[in-house]
C-alpha cells in the first residue's frame, strides 16, 4: 500500500523553472538534469513497487532529521519483521567500484558513492527508530533502475540491486511473510508526519524576476506555449495543448514558488503568463479560482 505520491521537490520544480526561463550556469544546468534523472528512476521503481501484492507499508521520498542531521529515502518499505529502505539510482553507462568509491569508466571523474549514502542514512535512521521504540531490523540496498547501467569490480556482498535483477527483487519481497497491524500503521503515520517538506540544503542559482523570459511553459516538454484566441494554449515544440484556465493556474503556482513574497494580482499573473492578450481573462480566471482581497486597483488574491 502507497501511503504517499511522489511528486517533485520544490528544489527540481524551481529549477525546472529556471531553466526555460533563463541560461542557467554549467553547473547548475548538469545538478538540475541530474535531478531530472533521479526523478524518472525514482518513478520506474515505483512501477514496480505498486505492483506488489504482498501486505507492505510502502513510503516514497522520505527525508528526515536526528541529530540535526538531514537524511532521505527514495522508498521505504515497512513489513512485518524488517523495514526496507532503498537508495534509486538512475545512472546510465558504464561504472567501476575501486578502494570504495565509484568513478565512470568513460570520463574517470569520480561520482558519490550511493553505497555511501545508503550507509549514512541507515546509521541515522536506525538510531531515530529507537529513539522511538522501534527495534525492528533494517536492511537497505542501492537499486539501479537504468537498463543500461554496468557496474564493473563491485564487492559481491555488496547490497546492490543490478537493473537485471529488479524483477527478482520483486519476486522475492512477494515472498516475505508479512502481515501488518496498527502498530506498523501507527510507525508509518509517524515517519510520515516527520517529513521534512524541503532541505536545508537546496541549490538555487539566484535570479530576479526582471531577468526571467516570461510566458506559460508546457507540462510535458517546458518549452513555452501559444495562445490560440481566449481559450486554448499549444506548445510550440510537442504541440500539446490545454486550457487557457488550466496553464494560467499553473503559471500562478510557479510564480508563487519562484516569488512567494509577490502578491497575486492581475497585473502580475498578466505580465507573468505573457502570451494571454487580455487582462480581464486573467481576472475572471483568478476570481473563479481565488480568494479577492481588496478592490480595484488594490485588488489581490490569495
Same mark, same amino acid.
Given at each position: ?7 517533485? @521537490?520544490?528544489? *527540481? ?14 553547473? &547548475? ?22 505492483? *506488489?501484492?504482498?501486505?507492505?507499508? +510502502? ?17 521505504? +518499505? ?9 537508495? /534509486?539510482? %538512475? ?17 574517470? &571523474?569520480? !561520482? ?11 546509521? *541515522?535512521? =536506525? ?17 539501479? /533502475? ?24 520483486? %519476486? ?16 508509518? &503515520? ?13 541549490? #538555487? ?12 511553459? =508546457?507540462? #510535458? ?21 490545454? @486550457? /487557457? &484556465? ?5 503559471? !500562478? ?15 502580475? /499573473? ?12 486573467? $481576472? $475572471? +480566471? ?17
Amino acid at each position: 500500500m502507497f501511503l504517499n505520491s511522489r511528486m517533485e @521537490s520544490k528544489e *527540481l520544480l524551481r529549477l525546472r523553472s529556471l531553466n526555460t526561463r533563463m541560461i542557467l550556469a554549467p553547473n &547548475d544546468k548538469k545538478y538540475y538534469f541530474n535531478l531530472e534523472k533521479g526523478f524518472e528512476g525514482e518513478k520506474e521503481f515505483d512501477q514496480l513497487t505498486q505492483k *506488489l501484492q504482498n501486505d507492505f507499508f +510502502i513510503i516514497n521520498d522520505l527525508r528526515l532529521e536526528f541529530n540535526n542531521s538531514e537524511f532521505q529515502f527514495d522508498t521505504l +518499505i515497512i513489513a512485518q519483521e524488517t523495514i526496507y529502505p532503498f537508495e /534509486v539510482k %538512475n545512472h546510465e553507462g558504464d561504472y567501476y567500484y575501486e578502494s570504495g568509491n565509484f568513478y565512470s569508466l568513460l570520463t574517470k &571523474d569520480e !561520482v558519490k558513492n550511493p553505497l555511501d549514502q545508503l550507509k549514512r542514512s541507515k546509521s *541515522l535512521f =536506525c538510531p531515530l527508530l529507537k529513539k522511538m521504540g522501534i527495534t525492528a531490523p533494517v536492511e537497505g540496498f542501492v537499486t539501479f /533502475v537504468n537498463p543500461v547501467f554496468t557496474l564493473y569490480q563491485a564487492p559481491i556482498n555488496a547490497p546492490i540491486i543490478y537493473p537485471t535483477q529488479l524483477k527478482s527483487l520483486m %519476486n522475492k519481497l512477494e515472498q516475505i511473510p508479512s502481515k501488518l497491524n496498527v502498530h506498523h500503521k501507527r510507525l508509518a &503515520d509517524q515517519l510520515i508526519s516527520m517529513h521534512l517538506y524541503e532541505s536545508r540544503y537546496t541549490r #538555487i542559482p539566484s535570479y530576479r524576476y526582471e531577468q526571467l523570459k516570461k510566458g506559460v511553459i =508546457c507540462p #510535458i516538454c517546458f518549452s513555452f506555449m501559444m495562445s490560440f484566441g481566449d481559450k486554448k494554449l499549444v506548445c510550440k515544440k510537442c504541440l500539446f495543448e490545454e @486550457s /487557457v &484556465d488550466s496553464g494560467v493556474m499553473r503559471s !500562478v503556482k510557479e510564480f508563487v514558488l519562484l516569488f512567494p513574497d509577490r502578491k497575486i494580482t492581475t497585473i502580475s /499573473v498578466h505580465d507573468w503568463c505573457g502570451v494571454i492578450k487580455s487582462a480581464k481573462v486573467i $481576472r $475572471r +480566471i483568478l476570481m473563479q479560482n481565488y480568494t479577492s482581497i481588496g478592490a480595484r486597483q488594490h485588488r489581490y488574491f490569495e
